[in-house]
Nanobody, 120 residues
Framework: QVQLVESGGGLVQPGGSLRLSCAASGSIFSINTMGWYRQAPGKERELVAA???????NYADSVKGRFAISRDNAKNTVYLQMNSLKPEDTAVYYC??????????????WGQGTQVTVSS
């Protein structure tokens, strides 16, 4: 089985920064695309950023220029550097990954979510 473990969430003031991490572990052969989603109470889950195994990244318009996604393939880890945070960034952030397991079966996995709160 495969697990995604997230860390780095917390409370930060507007204009501050946080870095989220998501480490995949288990019976992994390779990881294709990894991404971050977020969901605020009463709102739909939305894609924040995604990155392919070769490093190509896409961002939601609302975070372009402020957030940066990266990955360390040797550690099976994806990061989300969040700068110039705004109150509207407040949400639970979820890690997602498309993974080929060692049995060569492909699955999509979700992390448990980590809370990010931007407030004075």
């Amino acid at each position: 089985q495969v697990q995604l473990v997230e860390s780095g969430g917390g409370l930060v003031q507007p204009g501050g920064s946080l870095r989220l991490s998501c480490a995949a572990s288990g019976s992994i052969f390779s990881i294709n695309t990894m991404g971050w989603y977020r969901q605020a109470p009463g709102k739909e889950r939305e894609l924040v950023a995604a990155i392919t195994s070769s490093g190509s990244a896409n961002y939601a318009d609302s975070v372009k220029g402020r957030f940066a996604i990266s990955r360390d393939n040797a550690k099976n880890t994806v990061y989300l550097q969040m700068n110039s945070l705004k109150p509207e960034d407040t949400a639970v952030y979820y890690c997602n990954a498309d993974i080929y397991r060692r049995d060569f079966r492909r699955y999509n996995y979700w992390g448990q979510g980590t809370q990010v709160t931007v407030s004075s």
